[in-house]
């Protein structure tokens, strides 16, 4: 076929119009058989798959829910959510729709309808583009030669599908779904399989911004939440700078050893050192209660974090606790940045009659900040949704009667996790989980603008 | 937990640190002085950090259950609760299942990282901007809103309860941020090589195996450690996605350990945290360089 000269000029469109309607017809017209193969087959097994999912031969009155395929039932699950409800019927309970998975189904098949769009676009691009550089004249190409072009040029492509098909189903698409119900009612009075799932518009987003337990307890939280980013990255940025520094020191001796006895909290997991910590802070029989009542400092023993009369207490040993597990980090952080300051810097400003400090805070500290900094915002954003260190160290508490489900030091994050797994509010956790992510990718946008990663790009 | 500290910025292969020569000179009695409270302060940041640690493993050797048993250092220690892990609960079970998630995990991120990381380096392609900012959005949610969705399609695909998926959803977490590490850290390696093979005839395949992935080992190392480290101490995904009890992990059996008041087995739960401390202590502590400079990939060049 690659001999036969084409006759007729044919104008582009044509080929593409007849893609269109039947992938790989344009190509046939082109008469690149292989090609035409090609594309057809997306377009069989996509209709096979909805007939052979579907029950299209029943014979009864076509209706998406009882005939539909892949494809057609996902849609309508998808923008219905289910129509019959589980019934009791004379025959025991009838199978209802049910909601959650006609969503996740709805959504697989709308990113595969997607991705099978961009086959749909190629064939019909393909076909209307060497329709027009045959009739402006060029040679005709094989179709084994054409894939072994593509086969090249889509080397990144290839080498990037099994990171990118696990990124899609085991994250975009769960965002996906995340966003979806933030704009439904399920929650624990509305669970399928026995009710159905509605969507409700934006009245989840109007719950947390008018009912005023929740919008207290939203502004409450978040807060908290800020307070305790802010001050767990600045104090321990400034307790890692402190200890840096003198480990620094040439008077120290064995500073290794003393490096490598600071990097334990650090070391340790992050699991077993909070609950450690919750242990040793425990009211009843924790030792450090137990310490305080032995030596006579308190005449009782302190409830730290159940004691709903004293929250800031709570909020003050947890971020004390936090301390001392974030400070080793930026010790070796900002211990690598001071071996890299010249000696050269010191002696000259010893030459000019500068003591310690002086050094110190005109050399160390603009050097040391100038590479930090850019973590800074990163170690707050880490900070922000710190959900290991409150959940296994406090789990929120000490009660708070004016909140919501959370206690005086939940976090956003905990907050959450309370919300969706203790309470089963998911469409309400929804809606706080993207509220977190604009508050969270706000601030890393306004932090990635100003480094270079981005403009290198 | 562990300080997710993002390197999004190009990370430069890790420097030897240049030890600075020492020198020596005729230490002032106010030069003294200052030594001593230097050492003080030292010693007294090296308590605090030592303390809660001699205290649990302390507890873990300390006869009776409770918590108000539990002294930093017992005068009849026993080994009975370490016995007890193993007979009286599943602790075995746990650490050979969180083994073969962080196993699993570490293989799976270390290699899927590797390959995309150096293909949006290298190659120029259509998409490939797109690409990353995508990916770069996508790890800014927290993966709160994507674990209660994992675990609704994961009950639709009857991938419940599976230590393999799970696994699978931990190296789809971590992935678009170790894409970004391996990415920068390619782009600083010099390409003259990569250009040498092509010349040579080598097959891209073979330029990445053969002389890339040799050099971007201390990168590897980092993803390789911390994704297998992560594991041990997820929570979360963990509590979602498992239910049976012979699919617990470590980071479960723990909390429940503890979280279960009336059980009291607080000696026990002791035991089983240094258990699972003292490999990842060790192994943090002797690769600390490749992780501080791996976490902190980004300031340098800020």
């Not at chain 1, 959650?100 to 749909?120: R, Y």
């Amino acid at each position: 076929m690659r001999t036969a000269q084409q006759g007729s000029r044919l104008p582009a469109p044509v080929p593409g119009l007849a893609s269109a309607l039947v992938w790989g017809a344009g190509q046939l017209i082109n008469r690149q058989a292989g090609k035409a193969a090609f594309f057809f087959a997306f377009f069989v097994g996509t209709l096979v798959w909805e007939i052979a999912t579907g029950n299209y031969y029943a014979g009864m009155e076509f209706t998406p829910r009882s005939n539909g395929g892949f494809f057609v039932k996902g849609l309508w699950g998808l923008t219905t959510l289910g129509t019959q409800p589980r019934e009791m019927t004379v025959t025991g309970l009838s199978e209802g729709d049910n909601s959650i998975i006609l969503m996740a189904n709805g959504l697989i098949s709308l990113l595969t309808l997607a991705l099978l769009a961009i086959v749909w676009i190629w064939s019909i691009r393909d076909a209307a583009r060497y329709r027009a550089a045959r009739n402006a004249g060029a040679e005709p190409e094989r179709s084994r030669e054409y894939f072994k072009k593509l086969w090249d040029g889509a080397f990144a492509y290839i080498a990037l599908s099994p990171g990118l098909v696990l990124i899609v189903f085991m994250s975009v698409l769960p965002v996906l779904f995340g966003i979806l119900v933030a704009f439904t009612d399920y929650n624990r009075d509305n669970l399928p399989p026995k009710n159905l799932v509605n969507w409700v518009g934006f009245e989840n987003f109007a719950t947390v911004f008018a009912v005023p337990s929740w919008t207290g307890t939203f502004l409450g939280v978040l807060a908290w939440t800020f307070v305790w980013a802010i001050v767990s990255t600045a104090t321990a940025y400034a307790a890692g700078f402190l200890q840096a520094v003198l480990l620094a020191n040439k008077k120290v001796k064995f500073p290794r050893l003393w490096r490598s006895v600071f990097l334990l909290p650090w070391a340790v997991p992050g699991i077993v050192s909070a609950l450690v910590f919750r242990s040793m802070f425990n009211g009843q029989f924790g030792p450090v209660s137990q310490w305080l009542v032995d030596v006579g400092i308190t005449d009782e023993r302190v409830y730290w974090f159940t004691d709903a009369s004293q929250p800031n207490l709570a909020r003050a040993v947890a971020l004390l606790v936090n301390l001392w597990l974030s400070f080793p980090f930026f010790m070796a952080l900002i211990g690598g940045v001071l071996t890299n300051i010249p000696d050269s810097y010191y002696e000259a400003a010893r030459m000019d009659g500068a003591g310690p400090l002086q050094q110190l805070r005109h050399i160390t500290l603009p050097v040391v900040h100038k590479t930090v900094s850019p973590l800074l915002i990163l170690a707050f954003v880490s900070a922000f949704n710190n959900f290991g260190t409150i959940y296994f160290l406090t789990q929120g508490g000490p009660d708070n009667a004016d909140y919501r489900f959370a206690g005086s030091t939940d976090l956003l994050i905990t907050w959450l996790f309370k919300l969706t797994l203790d309470n089963r509010l998911y469409n309400i956790g929804a809606v706080m989980s993207m509220l977190i992510f604009v508050i969270v990718g706000t601030i890393s946008v306004w932090n990635l603008n100003r480094s270079k990663a981005i403009r290198e790009l | 937990m562990s300080d997710k500290l993002g390197p999004l910025t190009a990370a430069a292969p890790p420097r030897e640190a240049a030890a600075r020569p020492r020198r020596r000179r005729r230490l002032s009695g106010r030069d003294k002085l200052a030594g001593a409270f230097i050492h003080l302060e030292l010693l007294v940041v090296a308590v605090i950090v030592i303390f809660p640690l001699m205290w649990i493993v302390g507890a873990s050797f300390s006869p009776g259950t409770g918590l108000a048993n539990a002294t930093p250092i017992p005068t009849d220690a026993t080994v009975e609760h370490y016995v007890d892990l193993f007979t009286q609960t599943d602790y075995g079970r746990w650490y050979l299942n969180s083994l073969y998630v962080a196993t699993l995990n570490m293989v799976g991120s270390v290699a899927l990282s590797a390959l995309c990381g150096w293909v949006f380096s290298r190659i120029r392609f259509r998409g490939r901007k797109a690409g990353l900012l995508g990916i770069l959005i996508l790890q800014m949610f927290p993966t709160f809103l994507t674990a209660i969705a994992v675990y609704m399609l994961f009950l639709n695909f009857g991938l419940l309860d599976s230590l393999t998926g799970l696994a699978l959803v931990s190296i789809a977490a971590a992935l678009p941020y170790n894409i970004w590490l391996m990415k920068g850290y390619t782009d600083n390696l010099p390409a003259s090589l990569d250009e040498a093979a092509a010349i040579d005839g080598a097959g891209r395949l073979t330029i990445f195996r053969r002389i890339v992935l040799p050099l971007m080992r201390p990168m590897l190392t980092f993803v390789a450690i911390t994704q297998f480290t992560v594991p041990w101490m997820d929570f979360i995904l963990p509590r979602l996605l498992l239910q049976s009890a012979d699919k617990q992990t470590v980071a479960l059996g723990l909390f429940q350990m503890i979280e279960d008041q009336y059980q009291n087995a607080f000696t026990s739960f002791a035991a089983g945290a240094v258990l699972l401390a003292v490999p990842i202590t060790i192994l943090y502590i002797l690769l600390q360089r490749y992780l501080v400079t791996g976490a902190s990939a980004g300031a340098e060049k800020g």
